[in-house]
């Protein structure tokens, strides 16, 4: 279990090394478009809504770790 620091947790080095980083190959260039398209959102308008944007991300990131609807569903439902 991670240490209170602050209005943060310190989960350690170790707790992170174990934590599973998929190799992102497909999807880079979806990710780094969608995140090239908020940054030029915010730049004109730092208080533009990228909702829909972010919600791409989301679901590359879902992909990328193979999740299922199931799960997708619980982390949305957290996330709220």
Do not use: M, W
Request: proline share 2%; hydrophobic share 40%; no cysteine.
């Amino acid at each position: 279990h991670g240490k209170q620091r602050g209005v943060g947790v310190d989960i350690g080095v170790d707790r992170l090394r174990q934590f599973p980083l998929p190799k992102i190959v497909s999807h880079v260039n979806e990710v780094e478009t969608l995140v090239d398209q908020i940054l030029a959102k915010k730049l004109k308008n730092h208080v533009a809504d990228t909702t829909a944007l972010e919600r791409e991300i989301d679901q590359l990131v879902y992909a990328l770790y193979g999740l299922t609807q199931k799960q997708t569903k619980a982390i949305e439902e957290e996330i709220q």
